[in-house]
């Protein structure tokens, strides 16, 4: 448990360098949901390409390398696909590992772009749309959490409050000593792993616009199952 709290800490610190010295823009996408897991590898592959010796992202965080082994951990994953449920769950641990190391690193470049489309696209990944800046926005609702398909993650869906609006999601075990674990989401969806079996996490999601964090949702909360002996 001290390890995944830590960890939480870590990702809460992260955050808050990445998103106190200036207000959110979003003006990157990462539509890799969208694909297939073939098509996730071959889009990250490109990003890795692009970003490798690219003088507006010196000190990528994730970095690269880390980054290519989750690529690769994943390839190897997917072609044992399909087989049996050990196979899926092991598949499914990779994608979301990967999944973590590509949000990581989207946030890097939306940090290091400052709302300089071209800086940002240079990186490889997508940009969005101009559009007119979000205001305040209402709190997100509608909030649904599920046990992931491995063990200790958390699959979380919500009702969207904008189409330009992004989400922060925050987990706690405890929320009366603060919330440690802290995930951005782009979308009204997260899959969020390395957690404790077992545990019992209390989980609520703020809205992200030009002005800051918004409104949080309600508290909910979700035990996850135990592995089966």
Do not use: C, H
Not at 156 to 167: A, D, F, M, P, T
């Amino acid at each position: 448990m001290k390890k995944t709290m830590k960890k939480g800490k870590r990702q809460e610190r992260k955050f808050q360098q990445q998103f106190s010295a200036f207000v959110l823009l979003l003006i990157i996408k990462l539509e890799l949901a969208k694909l297939s897991v073939g098509d996730k590898i071959v889009e990250a592959r490109e990003i890795v390409r692009k970003m490798l010796g690219n003088l507006n992202f010196p000190d990528p965080d994730p970095s690269l390398a880390d980054v290519t082994l989750a690529i690769d951990a994943l390839e190897v994953a997917e072609g044992a696909m399909p087989g049996g449920p050990e196979v899926t769950i092991i598949r499914d641990e990779r994608l979301a590992e990967f999944n973590t190391k590509m949000s990581d690193l989207r946030n890097y470049v939306e940090f290091k772009s400052k709302g300089n489309r071209e800086i940002g696209a240079s990186s490889g990944m997508k940009i969005r749309d101009s559009y007119s800046p979000v205001g305040i926005l209402s709190a997100t609702e509608w909030v649904k959490a599920r046990n992931g398909a491995s063990i200790g993650s958390i699959v979380l869906k919500w009702k969207v409050v904008n189409k330009n609006s992004g989400y922060r999601v925050e987990l706690s075990t405890n929320p009366a000593q603060g919330w440690p674990i802290v995930v951005e989401a782009e979308k009204a969806l997260a899959n969020i792993s390395g957690l404790i079996p077992g545990e019992k996490y209390y989980i609520r999601i703020a809205t992200l616009s030009r002005v800051g964090f918004d409104g949080y949702s309600e508290i909910i909360a979700i035990r996850l199952t135990l592995p089966l002996e």
